[in-house]
């Protein structure tokens, strides 16, 4: 997990004002894994949504939904591959 906790960063308000100012208009969450009781999702920005009938939900970026996301959690942590996190 060490190598892979290392490609993600956990969702915080700069992240969040950050893809606000690139014209993201909503988030995608992907469920990862769960590790000693804690689960973690993965946010999206912009990506489709496909139907493959799985657990993916989609959070317009301006909704009380991604603003509780930044809320701490004893058992959920909602974190951003680094990938979503290079500026163009």
Request: negative net charge; proline residues 1%; aromatic residues 10%.
């Given at each position: 997990?060490?190598?892979?906790?290392?490609?993600?960063?956990?969702?915080?308000?700069?992240?969040?004002?950050?893809?606000?100012?690139?014209?993201?208009?909503?988030?995608?969450?992907?469920?990862?894994?769960t590790?000693?009781?804690?689960?973690?999702?993965?946010?999206?920005?912009?990506a489709?949504?496909?139907?493959?009938?799985?657990?993916?939900?989609?959070?317009?970026?301006?909704?009380?939904?991604?603003?509780?996301?930044?809320?701490?959690?004893?058992?959920?942590?909602f974190?951003?591959?680094?990938?979503?996190?290079?500026?163009?």
């Open positions: 997990m060490s190598m892979q906790a290392n490609m993600y960063q956990l969702f915080s308000d700069g992240i969040l004002s950050i893809w606000k100012n690139q014209g993201i208009s909503y988030i995608k969450v992907e469920e990862l894994s590790i000693e009781g804690i689960t973690f999702f993965e946010l999206i920005p912009d489709e949504l496909l139907d493959g009938g799985g657990v993916d939900t989609l959070y317009a970026i301006d909704s009380e939904d991604v603003d509780d996301m930044l809320l701490f959690s004893k058992n959920v942590r974190v951003v591959h680094k990938i979503y996190l290079e500026e163009d």
